[in-house]
């Protein structure tokens, strides 16, 4: 995805073979009772493109959000101190369906207010509020939204300093397709990390992979995490080949290779962008375009259309997007060639034509 030749790499291929080979299909025991040396190497090299932070790694970015969340909660995590009065979670209406499932969870260390970030002014009112209650603030949003959306993370991780607060952000969308060493859009936004941030990063979108990583400023983090995150302690490790193939992104990440990619990557989505009309651009660097259809049944209809054409394009539909507001979702990849995306940028043209107006189911 994205960056997508990377999980057809001989590397990442030879590296699963090797994998299997010398570990089986999987060794099946906690982690904190025995592992194998690659969880160290991977952890290391991710340290190292994540800015000198210091890297968990787990099965997904939705198991790393169960892992940490909850330890930052309980006022217990190094490096992120909480007021005695508690905390306050002000979550992204956008954010991912990985965190807000996570609600009731959430509530049981403090109270939880959904806010639309693109909306400063609430929120500000929100941070005021927590303060006025003598709350410490943990604002939680994507970086770059599946649905090819932005936050501004260089201003919300300084609006949240200035309360006394921490930013946490989901960049999985945002991981591998921009700065040094594939850093990701926040780090590459942030150009350093900062002290208040946490961050996730997904190992298997354009990383190429499989698994996710919550990178943090202090430590001593990382052993506390190891220590009292649940489905650290008690759940299966992840896939052993799927953290070998990893090993060998992350190589090609701290290697020139990534900085080809990227650029290609560029180029193919300025190629689509101005080879399209009425497909919807809500932040340059995001690889997702969206072409709004509207009507559930005709955005299906369409997915299938492209589909049968030759494109996927998935359709995107409530609760993913609002009712009646049904998308096609349009990821493109370094992997494309010009000719694809021509063609392709042709069948969305001759599409748009052909949907002008309104919609109705």
Known sequence: MFLSWIERHPRLINAIKDSVDRFGVQYAAARTRAKCDIFDELEEKLNTIFFNSHTVIFNS?????????????????????????????IVDKTTHASIQILRGILEQFGSFERVSFSDQELINDALKKCRAEGKTPILISDSLGSMGGSNNVVELTKLVKEFEGYFYV?????????????????????????????????????????????????????????????????????????????????????????????????????FFDSSVFNVEVK?????????????????????????????????????????????????????????????????????SKALRGETVC
């Not at 939705?62 to 909480?82: C, F």
């Not at 060998?248 to 560029?266: D, P, R, Y």
């Open 283 to 351: 932040e340059k660097t995001s690889p997702i375009r969206t072409i709004h259809i509207g009507c559930e049944t005709e955005a299906i209809n369409t997915s299938a259309n492209l589909q049968i054409q030759g494109f996927l394009a998935t359709a995107a539909m409530y609760p993913t997007v609002p009712k009646s507001q049904s998308i096609v979702r349009v990821a493109i990849s370094a992997a494309h060639s010009k000719e694809e995306l021509k063609r392709f940028a042709d069948s969305v043209n001759a599409l």
């Open 170 to 270: 989901d960049d999985a969308h945002g991981t591998s397709i921009i700065g040094k060493h594939g850093c990701g859009y926040t780090l590459h936004k942030l150009g350093e990390f900062s002290e208040n941030l946490i961050l996730l990063s997904s190992l298997s979108k354009a990383f190429g992979s499989h698994g996710g990583a919550a990178s943090f400023n202090n430590s001593q983090t990382v052993s506390t995490i190891k220590k009292y995150a649940l489905n650290y302690i008690f759940s299966g490790p992840p896939s052993l080949p799927g953290i070998a193939a990893c090993v060998a992104s992350a190589n090609i990440h701290l290697s020139s290779e990534i900085t080809e990619l990227q650029a290609k990557l560029k180029e193919n989505i300025q």
């Open 61 to 89: 970015v939705g198991a790393a959000h169960l892992a940490v969340l909850p330890v930052l909660g309980s006022g217990e995590l190094p490096g992120y101190s909480i007021s005695k009065k508690g905390i306050k979670w």
